[in-house]
């Protein structure tokens, strides 16, 4: 079977621990500008993994990223600016233009979304797609893709 190029092979995590800990490991390869999609149902863990990257890239501390699902965007960093957004309650592109993502995009910044799915334009690149998938209670598949230079 031919390999998808840019696609690693699913990692299986078997805690929020292991999830958070692959985040950071993700985080060592990510420069920016850079998006990151997160994709997969509900509690599928995509604030988890998002703990684990925003903390690797040293925006902010494990414990003080969580789910922007009310305020939509977060930001952490300093000079090195990363966004975590959250489109679970949007529900049209005309919604999601008033976030004013472009903004972020335009920055040096790394942003990670959570129901990327939603973010209709493909316009922007290098991205990175990861897909999150609930295997059992404490499982969950991860596999990673990887898009633009
Ligand atoms: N292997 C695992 N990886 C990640 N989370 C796990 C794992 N095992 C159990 N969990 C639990 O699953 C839940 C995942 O929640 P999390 O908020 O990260 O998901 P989410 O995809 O962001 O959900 P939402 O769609 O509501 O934003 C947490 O309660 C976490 O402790
Ligand atoms: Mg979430």
Redesign the pocket.
């Known amino acids: 079977m031919v390999k998808e190029p840019n696609k690693t092979a699913p990692v299986v ?4 621990e ?2 958070i800990a692959l985040g950071r490991e993700l985080a060592k390869g990510l420069r920016p500008p850079c998006l990151v999609l997160l994709k ?9 993994l998002a703990k684990g990257i925003v903390a690797g890239l040293g925006a902010a501390r494990e414990e003080e990223v969580t ?1 922007p ?1 009310f305020t939509l965007v977060h930001e952490y960093g300093g000079e090195r600016k990363v966004f975590h957004v ?1 489109l ?1 309650r949007i529900e049209s592109s005309r919604e999601l233009a008033t976030l004013g993502l472009e903004e972020l995009w335009s920055a040096e910044a790394i942003v990670i979304v ?1 129901w990327g799915e939603k973010l209709w334009d493909n316009s922007v690149a290098p991205r990175v797609i990861i897909q ?1 998938e609930y295997i059992s ?4 598949r991860i596999t990673v893709e990887r898009s633009g230079s």
């Open positions: 995590t078997h805690s929020p292991e999830t997969g149902e509900l509690g599928s863990g995509k604030t988890t789910s699902s959250d679970y959570e999150l209670s404490e499982e969950r």
